[in-house]
């Protein structure tokens, strides 16, 4: 079992930077495949990046690729989405993921391969 406790979500303007984390309890946060996913009113949640956690291979949807950048520090059980040269369409809650992976070496793009999400935070990009 594990929670996931997402942060970071604010105001920007356009061409803008944040940095999101994601605090996970429990002790084999390690082992877990992570993924950042997004919700913006009225559409279903999409994919954004993911990342393995034997070697950090990483993930992202084309909407975000160079601009948006996931990263884990399994010392601090946390993961991290760096967002750069954000665009107004970037505006949604965005949400955490987890799920186990015994093998180390799979990332995940769909929501149903997800057991555990975060309770999302509010990002918005003002034009």
């Known amino acids: 079992q594990v929670q996931l406790v997402e942060s970071g979500g604010r105001l920007v303007q356009a061409g803008g930077s944040l940095r999101l984390s994601c605090a996970a309890s429990g002790r084999t946060f390690s082992t877990y495949a992570m993924g950042w996913f997004r919700q913006a009113p009225g559409k279903e949640r999409e994919f954004v990046a993911a990342?393995?956690?034997?070697?950090?291979?990483?993930y992202y949807a084309d909407s975000v690729k160079g601009r948006l950048t996931i990263s884990r520090d399994n010392a601090k059980n946390t993961v991290y989405l760096q967002m750069n040269s954000l665009k107004p369409e970037d505006t949604a809650v965005y949400y955490c993921a987890a799920r186990v992976d015994a093998s180390g070496s799979f990332y995940y793009t769909l929501t149903k391969s997800y057991d555990y999400w975060g309770q999302g935070t509010q990002v918005t990009v003002s034009s």
């Open positions: 990342i393995t956690w034997r070697r950090g291979l990483t």
